[in-house]
């Protein structure tokens, strides 16, 4: 069965700092792997996505993530951290059958 | 451009009332879900459906019915409410067709709360 880590429950970050969330998946063959944002009191917005090829995928908003298949993992980056990035961020990861496992979340918080 | 609608935003009911919600989506997917929100679980598929008319259960069904009988609208049934059912309730849907593994559209959630 597939599974997703997500290790940080809560970030706290500066303005302007750079971020880093991690994700750590479980999946037998190949995965397609999400993050999504979620805002208070909103549904989830995909970020970006990874199916194949380039393992460094660009999303909206300025994010980015990396797919390292050694380490089973999927981290989302982001070079400069605005306040409006305060929010909870999923990691998922889905199978050929479109069913998609969420990791526990971590919440962003942004120092002004 | 509504995507996808989800009825009623709030709600709180008894032990033992009954309930539905309603997730109505306007982009003619074949697949649509419904997720739970819990605090540090993020979201865990109760129900989906591959279409109208057919529906199958998620990692956690037990408590809850669904329905699927027109192919916009994914409905969610609570028999008797008890308060574990205490959550936050997504709705999602997706075109396959278009490829593996498209990316699901989610409402913006219904919060329900059993007292």
């Known amino acids: 069965a597939q599974s997703v880590t997500q290790p940080d429950i809560h970030i706290t970050v500066s303005e302007g700092a750079s971020l880093e969330l991690r994700c750590n998946y479980s999946?037998?063959?190949?995965?397609?792997l999400f993050w999504y944002v979620q805002s208070p009191g909103q549904g989830l917005q995909l970020l970006l996505k990874?199916?194949?090829?380039?393992?460094l995928v660009q999303g909206i908003k300025g994010f980015e993530a990396e797919f390292k298949r050694s380490q089973s993992s999927f981290n989302l980056r982001k070079p400069s951290v605005h306040w409006s990035d305060a929010a909870e961020y999923f990691c998922?990861?889905?199978?050929?059958?479109?069913?998609?496992?969420f990791g526990g979340g971590t919440r962003l918080m942004v120092k002004p | 451009n509504a995507g996808v609608t989800q009825t009623p935003k709030f709600r709180v009911l008894k032990t033992g009332q009954s309930m539905t919600l309603l997730c109505a989506q306007d982009?003619?997917?074949?697949?649509m879900y419904w997720y739970r929100q819990d605090p540090g679980m993020g979201l865990r598929l109760i129900h989906y459906?591959?279409?109208?008319?057919?529906?199958a259960k998620g990692e956690v069904p037990d408590g809850y019915n669904v329905s699927r009988l027109k192919k916009q609208n994914f409905l969610l049934g609570l028999e008797s409410a008890a308060p574990s059912q205490t959550s936050v309730y997504f709705c999602?849907?997706?075109?396959?067709?278009?490829?593996?593994?498209?990316?699901?559209?989610f409402g913006d959630g219904t919060r329900l709360s059993i007292l």
């Open positions: 998922a990861v889905g199978d050929s059958g479109n069913m998609l496992t």
């Open positions: 999946y037998g063959a190949t995965p397609y």
């Open positions: 990874y199916f194949s090829g380039d393992t």
């Open positions: 982009m003619n997917h074949e697949y």
């Open positions: 459906s591959v279409g109208e008319g057919t529906t």
């Open positions: 999602a849907s997706n075109n396959p067709g278009r490829g593996p593994n498209q990316p699901q559209h």
